[in-house]
T-cell receptor, first 113, second 109 residues
Framework: NAGVTQTPKFQVLKTGQSMTLQCAQD?????MSWYRQDPGMGLRLIHY???????DQGEVPNGYNVSRSTTEDFPLRLLSAAPSQTSVYFC????????????FGPGTRLTVT | AQRVTQPEKLLSVFKGAPVELKCNYS??????LFWYVQYSRQRLQLLLR??SRESIKGFTADLNKGETSFHLKKPFAQEEDSAMYYC???????????FGSGTKLNVKP
């Protein structure tokens, strides 16, 4: 199993550009989530999904869209990037019945200039 | 509102010394508390949860509802314990986790 994979590892965007951060897992996990990590602030939940076709907002959802068309994939879309979205983004997934045990991806470092 | 506070950004101890990483939380209901750890060049991973009441790698943590704390303790630190430690909470919505800002533990030889 590859576990949770994220692409790209690094990305630089200009203000106003759009992009999609990819997240995939091959463990048949129902729960998937996206976090952002900023210095001194820990991880903050952006969006989460409890299964294909079901998504919901986390703590800081503004400026981000998600969809969950398959169990494996949970992409995060930035429609119009802003410097405030410069951060490290982590995707995580959890097995059925064990949503407390999140398996994290390696992260994507995004810089918006 | 839910909030997790880890007051120490960095904690340095010598090998063999006791370790206590502090975590305080704010939540009006019955929270579930966790400790996650990130070792150098590894991914963030679950260390322990308060419900299981286990000792993992010699670490324990007790939920103190009166003091709203969930401090992580180990009686004798090892160099391999050096890592970033995050305290996390989830409340009535089991799908939403709230993380603290993390404490970097440095165990010196």
């Amino acid at each position: 199993n590859a576990g949770v994979t994220q692409t790209p590892k690094f990305q630089v965007l200009k203000t106003g550009q759009s992009m999609t951060l990819q997240c995939a897992q091959d463990m048949n996990h129902e729960y998937m989530s996206w976090y952002r990590q900023d210095p001194g602030m820990g991880l903050r939940l952006i969006h989460y999904s409890v299964g294909a076709g079901i998504t919901d907002q986390g703590e800081v959802p503004n400026g981000y869209n998600v969809s969950r068309s398959t169990t494996e994939d949970f992409p995060l879309r930035l429609l119009s990037a802003a410097p405030s979205q410069t951060s490290v983004y982590f995707c995580a997934s959890s097995p059925p019945g064990q949503s407390y045990e999140q398996y994290f991806g390696p992260g994507t470092r995004l810089t918006v200039t | 509102a839910q909030r997790v506070t880890q007051p120490e950004k960095l904690l340095s101890v010598f090998k063999g010394a006791p370790v206590e990483l502090k975590c305080n939380y704010s939540y009006s209901g019955s929270p579930e508390l966790f400790w996650y750890v990130q070792y150098s060049r590894q991914r963030l991973q679950l260390l322990l949860r308060h419900i299981s009441r286990e000792s993992i790698k010699g670490f324990t943590a007790d939920l103190n509802k009166g003091e709203t704390s969930f401090h992580l303790k180990k009686p004798f630190a090892q160099e391999e314990d050096s890592a970033m430690y995050y305290c996390a909470l989830r409340g009535d919505n089991f799908n939403k986790f709230y993380f603290g800002s993390g404490t970097k533990l440095n165990v010196k030889p």
